[in-house]
Nanobody, 124 residues
Framework: QLQLVESGEGLVQPGGSLRLSCAVS????????IGWFRRAPGKEREGVSC???????YYVDSVKGRFTISRDNAKNTVYLQMNSLTPEDTALYYC??????????????????WGQGTQVTVSS
């Protein structure tokens, strides 16, 4: 059974960094695009980034240059390195899978098998 588990939650000061992990079990990671989404308090869930099976990456404009997504198929894990964090990055972060043809996180409906989420709080 396909299962995704996020980890790496934390409280950091503005300008700090965190690395989130998304561990995938039940299927080989090789066959899927993996996306990261977030839901900030009082806001709708937003697509942040995704990485395809060919290691092509997509980022929403607000995180470009600050976040880096990567995948380690041998470990069945996808990472989201987040640098230069701001309070606006405070949210519950989720990962999800999509078929290989999905190249962006613009269509949330393309993604499935959501994890439980991991909390990121940026505050001084």
């Amino acid at each position: 059974q396909l299962q995704l588990v996020e980890s790496g939650e934390g409280l950091v000061q503005p300008g700090g960094s965190l690395r989130l992990s998304c561990a995938v079990s039940g299927v080989p990671l090789d066959y899927y695009t993996i996306g990261w989404f977030r839901r900030a308090p009082g806001k709708e869930r937003e697509g942040v980034s995704c990485i395809t099976t060919d290691h092509n990456t997509y980022y929403v404009d607000s995180v470009k240059g600050r976040f880096t997504i990567s995948r380690d198929n041998a470990k069945n894990t996808v990472y989201l390195q987040m640098n230069s964090l701001t309070p606006e990055d405070t949210a519950l972060y989720y990962c999800a899978v999509a078929d290989t043809w999905v190249l962006t996180t613009r269509a949330e409906a393309d993604f499935r098998s959501w994890g439980q989420g991991t909390q990121v709080t940026v505050s001084s």
